[in-house]
């Protein structure tokens, strides 16, 4: 997991500060660059989400702002897709000027999957000292840093467990501001230590929930609030122990999910994390709809001092006017065109005759021509826009142009250097990227992977229909849809800058709508979206991991390991070929059974005990392989599925003894086998096998039944 | 003068260190992290000197335009704080006058005619010219080298400028016992104004006159250093009461005087004030004839005029006043952190220097300021 070097030490930065201060108060700060999520697909294909601007500022500098007037001493950016351009930009970014407030260094961690993964990484690094902001690349906000440190320092001081600190603030009744990632914080209301923590279904799904608080998790505690209106701006202050709780769980992927959730649920552990709340502006881009809420907030002066008019970036000259306007020098305006309220113009943009902009931001260098509307749009560095063109609630990246009386409608998104011929009609939430992304959602484009790409996807004609003739253009359609015809309107509406009230429920696909659903599906869709590079070696690679992992326990069992080292060789495995616990489960499986086989056929054992030794000693893997009730029907299909294509005599019986055992062992319970047996293949290849098991589950239903009846 | 071959020094000349040391104060100044005149002139005084210690230059126009630079820079990092680029246009006018007299004494050695010219106030109260050097014209040969050392004559005058502003309170509390009379009900709307509150203090205290001081709460940026003014107020004996600002009109009647601080005074007796709602408060204040008080330290005072009212105001945050809504279908918000006051609603300005009226600030303007540097940027010049 050890990424590429890429440091870049600034020259002599810190001046005097490091003489008279310990190596303890040195405050580190790191940013995740990357998201791990396609949101901002298709753009994102073109350039990561840290350097897509908003209000013209790449986002990455937000953050960077924030950190430097937090009073950060040390930066780690942490870059896994396009690393180059980020490593690039810091580069020549004034972050790396002597006078840089603070010590700035990309590392390099293409192979990250997950927030998990960087911290696991960060730890190998061991370049963590002590306490460290842990920030994602695409914070806004004007939050008073030193409170949160000292409130972390003071909670730090009472409670020995106390391991991080979140940044949640809270969010107003209107709902587009919320979070994507829904979320219900329980917190002590004296200490505002978070006892629990749990994702919420997105609005879209419209399902009404429930949280399940374990009681034991409320011992000691007087009065706890249960919360889900706050934003979670991904600022955490973490100490050391972060990263090594990290390491300690191989599983854990994501922050909050699995770390925060995790942490505070496990005894075993004994961690403490608070949550700090705030009234002040704090929120993170993570979707077309916070893009523009989070625009219009920042014109609007909702997170000042932070405004376009401080010019945070050195080549910047933007000026306030009232009613929000800002204008950068060297801005052309012909005499009859109308600058609304809440609009910022990059220098060099030059605005024809009769031309009408509201609510909007508009790029450097732009060629905006005559009785032109534009309300509240996003148009990027230099584009070209036709006279009497329309454009309603958009997105233009950098490049694009567009030809005369071209209608943008609600939420379209034009990708970088697009081109749209005249007279054309784009409908509501059309996505146009240049270069063609089927299916795009799946996979990122890296330098190094776009030739075979194209050749694959040569085949994928222009979206003639809807850039005209002489466009350039494609249409992306995220993964949701499968078929570009039978699109449906629901799957269009997904994910959009859309304002209509309606959409606003409909309003993300991506990974996070994936890790609603099982464990399984998660790992899986990351898989495949981020493997990106190593799409075609991954085939191999699953090959690869059935005979390792088969040969990884069968050693284990030869040579009798305990459990642990059996789970960590094989964890290290999963996480190093990057496959899901699906195939670690098939691996498992298929070494046991061979196993077990090899007892039958060397005669040593009778069929039955063979396979009770076998599983009793080693069914416990499964505990730390499967995770809920469907990976554990997954477990049981695949352990049928094995008895069968292993050929035993008396495949029936091993398949009974083998549950049994599972379930004497408490690994599998009686509701999850009822639902696997209500669902189970009907495949006449598996009746043979079936039919003991039919016997055992219709006594364990009578035994409930008497049991349940006994009590009553 | 503008227009020297040496401009292009600049960067190169002063040393690394110092730069770094600049924009270090640029981006500290672009984030608001340094905040009030007297700590950003007294900043900005500091890194002057270290620059000037720093800087090379071949003649002395070259340090100047060096220096110009260097004030535009900071006035571009932040535009509405107006001190940074007065001291460093003090500083240039001495320099200047420094030129001048060498000049000035190189003719009268080889004409022995010219008299020398007294523009203004400020040569007269000039310490007592040195003894005048014999040599060429300095700027008709670079071989020649100045005998001034502008480097000293330039460290001298921050130094001097330096004392000056941090003894700017003393100098306005003499004027301060004279101006406050027992029994006398006074409002101030800048709470957060230091000066205005040492006035108060001293006529309290030096004096021992009792008098009432009413103060606007200032709502929304204010309102904490309203409470806070009052209650240091209340510390010394002062009777004190914070008031609504919406009940300033009905109380001005009652009012005896108007004392109000300044973050700069233009050349045409108009200031910016720290707190928004000054402008009415003022307005009001004329309307009963009630006297407005402008208490201002010499480095306040700024040779701009504003033409453009909206380019000297600063604006704040929205969050303040209104909670969060729907960016699409919520009011549009405007928070004034500053007020302009015109002129005409100011009847005396009470500088460290003397009380003056509003109509002569322009002549103390060009005793301290020269109008070539007026403007620091070279494109508008």
């Not at chain 1, 040390?74 to 020549?92: G, K, T």
């Not at chain 1, 409608?409 to 009609?425: P, Q, Y």
């Not at chain 1, 699109?487 to 996070?512: P, R, V």
Request: proline content about 3%.
């Amino acid at each position: 997991m050890a990424g590429k070097k890429g440091q870049k030490k600034s020259g002599q930065g810190n001046h005097g500060k490091n003489s008279d201060m310990d190596v303890e108060d040195r405050l580190q700060a790191v940013v995740l660059t990357d998201s791990y999520e396609t949101r901002f697909m298709p753009l994102t294909a073109v350039k990561p989400r840290c350097l897509l601007p908003l209000a013209n500022v790449p986002l990455i500098e937000y953050t960077l702002e924030f950190l430097a007037k937090a009073g950060v001493h040390e930066v780690f950016l942490i870059c896994s897709s396009h690393a180059n351009q980020i490593n690039d930009y810091i580069e020549n970014s004034k972050w790396n000027l002597p006078w840089s407030p603070f010590k700035i260094t990309t590392i390099m961690s293409p192979e990250a999957r997950c927030t998990g993964d960087v911290m696991r990484d960060l730890d190998n690094r061991g370049i963590i000292t002590g306490d460290f902001i842990l920030v994602s690349g695409d914070v806004l906000t004007n939050i008073d840093f030193s409170k949160m440190l000292e409130f972390h320092k003071k909670m730090h001081l009472q409670d020995k467990d106390h391991i991080s600190t979140m940044c949640l603030s809270k969010a107003s009744t209107y709902p587009k501001t919320r979070t994507i990632e829904p979320a219900a914080f329980v917190l002590d209301k004296s200490t505002s230590r978070c006892i629990y923590y749990q994702d919420l279904p997105l609005p879209s799904s419209r399902e009404k929930t429930s949280i399940q608080i374990d009681p034991e998790l409320l011992d000691n505690v007087d009065e706890f609030v249960i919360r889900n209106d706050l934003i979670d701006c991904r600022i955490d202050i973490c100490t050391s122990h972060v990263p090594l709780i990290f390491q300690e769980n191989f599983d854990y992927q994501s922050l909050r999910t699995d770390f925060v959730k995790g942490v505070i649920s496990s005894d075993i552990l004994g961690k403490h994390i608070y949550a700090y709340l705030t009234d002040e502006y704090a929120v993170r881009v993570e979707s077309w709809q916070t893009y523009d809420t989070i625009s219009q907030d920042f014109l609007g002066r909702w997170c000042y001092p932070l405004v376009l008019d401080s010019n945070i970036q050195d080549d910047q000259t933007y000026s306030y006017e009232s009613r929000h306007i800002y204008k950068e020098k060297d801005v052309v305006l012909a005499q009859s065109c109308k600058i609304g309220k809440c609009t910022a113009i990059g220098s060099g943009t030059k605005i024809g005759e009769g031309t009408k902009i509201e609510n909007s931001v508009i790029g450097r260098n732009c060629q905006i021509g005559e009785n032109i509307r534009i309300k509240n749009s996003f148009i990027w560095d230099d584009c070209i826009i036709g006279n009497n063109s329309i454009i309603d609630h958009s997105l233009i990246a950098s490049n694009a142009t567009l030809g005369s009386n071209v209608r943008l409608n609600d939420g379209c998104i034009i990708g970088f250097n697009v081109k749209i011929d005249d007279n054309m009609d784009l409908d509501r939430n059309t996505k146009i990227s240049a270069s063609p992304l089927k299916n795009a959602g799946s996979r990122m484009y890296d330098n190094e992977s776009n030739e075979q790409f194209d050749q694959d996807l040569d085949d994928q004609t222009l979206a003639v229909s809807i850039v005209g003739d002489k466009g350039v253009g494609y249409i992306y359609e995220s993964e949701v849809s499968d078929d570009e015809d039978s699109s449906t309107e629901a799957c269009k509406e997904i994910n959009t800058l859309s304002n209509q009230l309606d959409e606003l429920y409909l309003s993300d696909d991506s990974i996070s709508s994936a890790t609603k659903k099982t464990k399984k599906r998660r790992t899986m869709s990351v898989n495949s979206i981020y493997t990106d590079r190593e799409e075609i070696d991954s085939e191999f690679e699953d090959e690869d991991f059935e005979k390792e992992g088969i040969a990884t326990v069968e050693r284990a069992m030869e040579n009798n390991h305990d459990l642990d080292t059996a789970l960590l060789e094989l964890n290290t495995l999963r996480m190093s070929m990057n496959v899901t616990y699906h195939e670690v489960r098939i691996a498992t499986i298929t070494a046991l059974l061979r196993r077990v086989y090899h007892f039958i056929a060397t005669q040593t054992l009778g069929p039955k005990d063979a396979v009770v030794k076998v599983f009793n000693q080693w069914g416990l893997l499964f505990k730390r392989q499967a995770f809920d009730e469907e990976e554990y029907i997954d477990l049981m299909n695949i352990i049928m599925e094995k008895i069968v294509e292993q050929s035993f005599d008396k495949p029936d019986l091993i398949l009974f003894s083998a549950l049994v055992s599972l379930y004497d062992n408490d690994i599998i319970e009686e509701d999850v086998i009822y639902k696997w047996w209500d669902n189970v293949s009907t495949d006449p290849r598996y009746d043979e096998v079936k039919k003991l098991t039919v016997k055992w589950v219709e006594w364990l239903q009578n035994a409930d039944e008497e049991s349940s009846s006994e009590e009553e | 003068m503008s227009s020297q071959a040496f401009t292009s020094v600049h960067p190169n000349a002063a040393t690394s260190d110092v730069n770094v040391t600049i924009d270090t104060f640029v981006a500290k100044l672009k984030r608001r992290q340094v905040q009030g005149s007297y700590a950003i002139a007294l900043e900005t005084l500091q890194l002057l000197m270290r620059f000037i210690s720093a800087a090379r230059w071949n003649h002395v126009n070259d340090l100047i335009e060096q220096i110009r630079d260097l004030g535009n820079s900071l006035e571009k990092a932040h535009p509405t704080a107006f001190s940074c680029g007065n001291v460093i246009r003090r500083i240039l006018a001495v320099l200047r006058d420094e030129v001048e007299e060498d000049t000035m004494s190189t003719t009268v050695t080889s004409t022995s005619v010219a008299e020398p010219l007294i523009s203004s106030m400020f040569n007269l109260l000039q310490k007592p010219e040195q003894p005048h050097q014999n040599r060429k014209n300095s700027s008709g040969s670079s071989g020649m080298k100045t005998k001034t050392d502008y480097r000293q004559v330039a460290i001298q005058g921050i130094k001097d400028l330096i004392d000056e502003i941090k003894n700017i309170d003393e100098g306005i509390q003499q004027i301060a016992i004279d101006l406050i009379h027992d029994h006398e009900i006074l409002l101030t709307p800048t709470p957060d104004s230091k000066t205005v509150l040492k006035f108060l203090i001293t006529a309290r205290e030096r004096s021992n006159r009792t008098f009432t001081v009413l103060v606007t709460e200032g709502f929304p940026n204010n309102t904490k250093n309203a409470h806070e003014f009052a209650k240091k107020l209340a510390q010394h004996n002062i009777e004190t009461l914070v008031v609504p600002d919406s009940a300033v009109f009905a109380l001005m009647s009652r009012v005896g005087k108007v004392i109000i601080g300044t973050k700069a005074v233009f050349v045409n007796g108009g200031t910016i004030s720290s707190n928004s709602g000054v402008s009415s408060v003022c307005e009001c204040a004329r309307e009963f004839r009630t006297p407005v008080f402008a208490v201002a330290g010499l480095y306040k005072l700024s040779p701009l005029y504003p033409f453009d009212v909206e380019k000297f105001v600063e604006f704040g945050g929205s969050q303040r006043i209104l909670p969060r809504m729907d960016p699409r279908k919520r009011l549009d918000t405007v928070n004034q952190i500053t007020d302009y006051v015109p002129p005409e609603n100011i009847d005396i300005y009470i500088t460290n220097v003397g009380g003056f009226n509003p109509s002569f600030i322009y002549r103390i303007a060009w005793d301290n300021y020269k109008q070539i540097d007026v403007h620091l940027d070279k494109n508008k010049a």
